[in-house]
């Protein structure tokens, strides 16, 4: 009976799989064709659609915003996680707790209300449609699950690890970078 049950899981899985990869698949095919509209099959292959991006200076621009926007936040994201996925962990004080809760709010809380919160909130500051705006905003959007995995990551055993540190004569930034880093990392 189990192993009936375990086959018939299986091909579930694999079927709900293919079903969403099938779109995907499908999708590629299309773009591969030489015609100007949408046909399947693709008649003609061709890379020419993939060539035309790069000569589309547009196209170029807002890849180039994409990566600067993606690096910003990553490195904002990453840094102020750690410093507050740090702090969370190591602090027993009731405000920790609440303030654990306030790095809760964007994962809870639906993205509309988020976007329409920070449209009002960069208005007035004068930073609407800037790099600024959208960097803050996916910061804000990314940063609670940098502070989750922190947090997670530098439980009761870190502590134990960096005491140890401390106890061979390690300062504090010896014992970030040569024990909690790693842990983290």
Same mark, same amino acid.
Not at 11 to 24: D, Q, R
Not at 66 to 85: M, P, R, Y
Not at 128 to 148: D, E, K, M, N, Q
């Given at each position: 009976?189990?192993?009936?049950?375990? +086959?018939?899981?299986?091909?579930? @899985?694999?079927?709900?799989?293919?079903?969403? #990869?099938?779109?995907?698949?499908? #999708?590629?095919?299309?773009?591969?064709?030489?015609?100007?509209?949408?046909?399947? &099959? &693709?008649?003609?292959?061709? $890379?020419?659609?993939?060539? !035309?991006?790069?000569? !589309? &200076?547009?196209?170029?621009?807002?890849?180039?915003?994409?990566?600067?926007? /993606?690096?910003?936040?990553?490195? $904002?994201? @990453?840094?102020?996680?750690?410093?507050?996925?740090?702090? $969370?962990? +190591?602090?027993? !004080? +009731?405000?920790? +707790?609440?303030?654990?809760?306030?790095? $809760?709010?964007?994962?809870?809380?639906?993205? #509309?209300?988020?976007?329409?919160?920070?449209?009002?909130?960069?208005?007035?500051? /004068?930073?609407?449609?800037?790099?600024?705006?959208?960097?803050?905003?996916?910061? #804000?959007?990314?940063?609670?699950?940098?502070?989750?995995?922190?947090?997670?990551?530098?439980?009761?055993?870190?502590?134990?690890?960096?005491?140890?540190?401390?106890?061979?004569?390690? !300062?504090?930034?010896?014992?970030?970078? /040569?024990?909690?880093?790693?842990?983290?990392?």
């Amino acid at each position: 009976m189990n192993r009936h049950h375990n +086959r018939a899981l299986t091909a579930i @899985t694999y079927i709900l799989c293919a079903f969403l #990869i099938l779109p995907v698949v499908l #999708i590629f095919a299309v773009s591969l064709t030489d015609t100007t509209y949408l046909t399947f &099959p &693709p008649r003609g292959l061709t $890379l020419r659609w993939y060539l !035309n991006v790069f000569e !589309n &200076p547009r196209i170029i621009k807002a890849l180039w915003v994409s990566v600067k926007v /993606g690096f910003a936040t990553a490195v $904002l994201a @990453t840094t102020l996680g750690i410093i507050g996925g740090l702090y $969370l962990s +190591r602090s027993r !004080n +009731r405000g920790a +707790r609440l303030i654990s809760l306030l790095f $809760l709010a964007p994962l809870t809380v639906p993205v #509309i209300v988020l976007a329409i919160g920070l449209l009002f909130t960069l208005t007035s500051f /004068g930073l609407l449609r800037s790099f600024t705006a959208i960097v803050v905003g996916h910061v #804000i959007i990314t940063f609670p699950y940098v502070i989750r995995m922190i947090v997670a990551s530098t439980g009761r055993s870190i502590e134990q690890l960096e005491s140890a540190a401390a106890v061979l004569g390690a !300062n504090q930034w010896q014992t970030f970078q /040569g024990v909690t880093f790693p842990v983290i990392r």
